[in-house]
């Protein structure tokens, strides 16, 4: 495959040659999108990881190819995924490209969602074709991975001669291309992260808290729930708001701070800047009524403690009451 293919080239019953396929950081992405690739004919050739687990997961994911040096996973392979943390993403490049790893004609992904294609310069500089492939989907490191690739949107960044082979590359692992400008990545991963990462965190301490409340269940309790509120608010954005500061009950929201302190008091500051920014958004698209929402911000900022704390920790780091 290269910048030329085209959807005809690939809907034909003889398909371009197959890619050698290489991984740079065996996290819970690269095996897993390697793993998709070699679905649709390509041949992962080296991995390399370093920790115990990147060694499990390669082993899963990718039996018998194998672990060696990221120069030798590029000396292997004709498409290198850079599934490394982004941090380290551009000291990873430099690196290869200076160590002169890098092959003219090589096509080499990364991963990242925050880069588009310039962390890649270095290597373009070397020769190689370079292509942000940034998949919208949260990892567990096991095969259930590759079935979820299943119609799962990637943020992809390409110049414009490598547009098709990016497109032919996500299709191909049952993904669906998002065109996302080089000056928009850094947005477009605080949205994802927004999103997703943050529901983790809403959702481990939402259970924690009904299991506080002596619910025996509440993955069993939250799934039907959350399921729908989730499904609402994709179908209708804020229109989906409902709940006690939607409403404007001040009453019930101060109860609740009060119950958070006494219980859970790190979960404080996460609940008071959700419901300010609920109230916001119930305000602006006129879900809350005016004349509710002083009583209710009233409640929200007299919440605030004195001491700059948002009510979780201490100076030191510690939640009141609670020593290291």
């Not at 430099?94 to 880069?115: C, D, F, K, N, W």
């Not at 190689?128 to 690739?149: E, I, K, N, W, Y």
């Not at 008071?272 to 119930?282: F, G, I, P, Q, V």
Request: with cysteine; net charge negative.
């Amino acid at each position: 495959m290269n910048a030329s293919v085209s959807k005809e080239t690939l809907d034909a019953r003889d398909r371009p040659a197959r890619l050698t396929v290489g991984v740079v950081g065996a996290g819970r992405v690269g095996p897993a999108l390697a793993a998709s690739l070699q679905l649709a004919g390509h041949r992962p050739v080296a991995v390399s990881g370093v920790s115990d687990a990147s060694v499990r997961r390669a082993a899963a994911l990718l039996p018998d190819v194998p672990l060696v040096t990221p120069a030798e996973v590029l000396a292997r392979a004709d498409l290198v995924l850079l599934t490394v943390p982004d941090d380290v993403l551009p000291g990873l490049v430099e690196g290869l490209a200076e160590t002169g790893a890098v092959r003219p004609g090589q096509l080499l992904v990364h991963t990242s969602g925050r880069y588009g294609t310039k962390v890649l310069d270095p290597a373009l500089r070397a020769g190689a074709l370079p292509l942000a492939l940034h998949p919208a989907m949260t990892f567990t490191g096991s095969s259930v991975d590759v079935q979820r690739l299943a119609g799962c949107s990637f943020g992809v960044t390409a110049p414009e001669e490598l547009r098709l082979a990016a497109e032919a590359l996500v299709i191909e692992m049952g993904g669906e291309p998002e065109w996302i400008a080089e000056e928009s990545r850094p947005l477009y991963h605080a949205a994802l992260a927004l999103g997703a990462n943050h529901l983790v965190t809403l959702v481990a301490q939402s259970m924690e808290l009904l299991r506080k409340a002596g619910v025996g269940a509440p993955d069993r309790m939250l799934g039907p729930l959350l399921g729908a509120a989730l499904d609402n608010a994709l179908r209708s954005g804020d229109a989906a708001l409902t709940g006690p500061v939607a409403r404007g009950d001040a009453g019930t929201v101060s109860a609740h701070i009060r119950e958070l302190r006494a219980h859970a008091p790190r979960t404080v500051a996460g609940y008071l800047a959700m419901a300010r920014a609920t109230a916001d958004r119930a305000l602006d698209h006129g879900l809350l009524r005016t004349e509710l929402a002083e009583d209710l911000l009233g409640v929200l900022s007299d919440s605030s403690p004195a001491d700059g704390t948002n009510g979780t920790h201490g100076p030191d780091g510690t939640g009141p009451g609670e020593k290291r």
